[in-house]
T-cell receptor
Framework: GAVVSQHPSRVICKSGTSVKIECRSL??????MFWYRQFPKKSLMLMAT?????????EQGVEKDKFLINHASLTLSTLTVTSAHPEDSSFYIC?????????????FGPGTRLTVT | QQQVKQSPQSLIVQKGGISIINCAYE??????FPWYQQFPGKGPALLIA?????SEKKEGRFTISFNKSAKQFSLHIMDSQPGDSATYFC???????????FGAGTILRVKS
């Protein structure tokens, strides 16, 4: 149980275009999902918290108009990188929160490698 | 106050040895402390987690030791195997929000 998938696993796009990344909880419902960014050999940086049916909450310094998040159902959250630039190239990872043993635990997707040329 | 400090940055252990990774935090409101394992190009996988009401939790070869007064917690990997070679992250969160604050990570290499 607690499987989270991401699609695509890798994407290359041209500068100025937009890219959508999907995050799905496959065997559970997730009212809350999180989006992280990870640079090579670095830790995970939380970008935003995605709540089903409401607006995402962005961390300080993250441009909400650039990183659009939509959590339209209990199993799907999407991150759209708008007008992508080479500096947006990174490893994007989502996680989904599931209640287990009277507490929430976070389960991560496999990540999406974005390269902007 | 939101930081979680992790050490060492990298660690080399002989097969069969014990790997020990340490983390320290400042925010006493943190009440959930998970450890994640990440292989290159993959997402982190939850290994084991602990809450402040216990001082130790063991699952298989993995043990978390928690010292509430010192605001420190550590991961011990017993009988380390080459397959354990990965990056390990400690994290902390407050139950209500569940936003995780991650440590910087430790690259573990187990030599066969």
């Amino acid at each position: 149980g607690a499987v989270v998938s991401q699609h695509p696993s890798r994407v290359i796009c041209k500068s100025g275009t937009s890219v959508k990344i999907e995050c799905r909880s496959l065997d559970f419902q997730a009212t809350t999902m999180f989006w992280y960014r990870q640079f090579p050999k670095k830790s995970l940086m939380l970008m935003a918290t995605s709540n089903e049916g409401s607006k995402a909450t962005y961390e300080q310094g993250v441009e909400k108009d650039k990183f659009l998040i939509n959590h339209a159902s209990l199993t799907l959250s999407t991150l759209t990188v708008t007008s992508a630039h080479p500096e947006d190239s990174s490893f994007y990872i989502c996680s989904a929160r599931q209640m287990r043993r009277s507490a929430y635990e976070q389960y991560f997707g496999p990540g999406t490698r974005l390269t902007v040329t | 106050q939101q930081q979680v400090k992790q050490s060492p940055q990298s660690l080399i252990v002989q097969k069969g040895g014990i790997s020990i990774i340490n983390c320290a935090y400042e925010n006493t409101a943190f009440d959930y402390f998970p450890w994640y394992q990440q292989f290159p190009g993959k997402g982190p996988a939850l290994l084991i987690a602990i809450r402040p009401d216990v001082s130790e939790k063991k699952e298989g070869r993995f043990t978390i030791s928690f010292n509430k007064s010192a605001k420190q917690f550590s991961l011990h990997i017993m009988d380390s195997q080459p397959g354990d070679s990965a990056t390990y992250f400690c994290a902390a969160s407050m139950r209500e929000g569940n936003k995780l604050v991650f440590g910087a990570g430790t690259i573990l290499r187990v030599k066969s």
